[in-house]
């Protein structure tokens, strides 16, 4: 009885050691994906620009176990296209820069390279001038305004407007603060990214009143 009992514990002893080199080999195999590009690493502030991940070792047990963080937020989609390629729809943002995240099953693999959102530009207004009282109210034309959760603001020179509001990726509506002066720069933020329109806003000139 006792020689059998050793010899059962020697079976379950070998067949332990077995299973933990299997285990060892797929964890070490789960632990080799890495991320080693990212293309395009800058994409536009509205989403839902294709942008492909490179890398190594994405053999998931079903693809469907493969995802992608863009920053903080998940990309609308993800898709395993082959053991060195995912390709991610991006989400909206605003982020000057974050790091893409890539999930394999229940390991994950950081990109090298920092990814960002397109900054805010400037191109037009719909005035160019307004009375040094302000109060007056200027659309803001442009692009990567991003969306109405993010933080915008906007500048007419030195002075905020007295109240900033999204209307579009492309246009922010400012109501201008009082003020004097000309060629003023108009600057727009979108979180911690800026986009100006330099020499482009003017106070009327004031109008010296009659003397009787």
Excluded at 44 to 73: H, I, K, L
Aim: proline share 4%; with cysteine; glycine share 8%.
């Amino acid at each position: 009885m006792p020689a059998t009992q050793g010899c059962n514990t020697a079976r379950c002893i070998r067949h332990a050691a077995i299973l933990l080199c299997l285990l060892s080999s797929w964890v070490n195999g789960i632990e080799s994906v890495s991320v080693t590009a990212v293309q395009p690493l800058t994409v536009p502030t509205t989403g839902a620009a294709m942008a492909t991940v490179f890398g190594s070792s994405f053999n998931p047990s079903n693809a469907t176990f493969v995802g992608v963080r863009w920053g903080d937020t998940a990309c609308q989609t993800s898709t395993w296209t082959s053991d060195s390629a995912v390709t991610c729809a991006t989400p909206a943002g605003a982020a000057a820069t974050a790091t893409l995240t890539l999930s394999v099953e229940t390991t994950e693999a950081a990109s090298g390279s920092a990814i960002k959102y397109d900054q805010p530009t400037v191109s037009s207004l719909t005035l160019t001038n307004g009375p040094t009282t302000g109060t007056g109210i200027v659309s803001i034309f442009g692009k990567n305004f991003a969306n109405i959760q993010y933080t915008q603001s906007a500048r007419l020179g030195n002075s905020a407007c007295e109240s900033t509001s999204w209307v579009s990726d492309s246009t922010i509506a400012c109501i201008a603060p009082a003020g004097a002066g000309s060629g003023k720069t108009i600057q727009t933020t979108v979180q911690t990214q800026s986009g100006e329109l330099t020499l482009n806003w003017s106070y009327d000139v004031p109008v010296a009143g009659s003397v009787s």
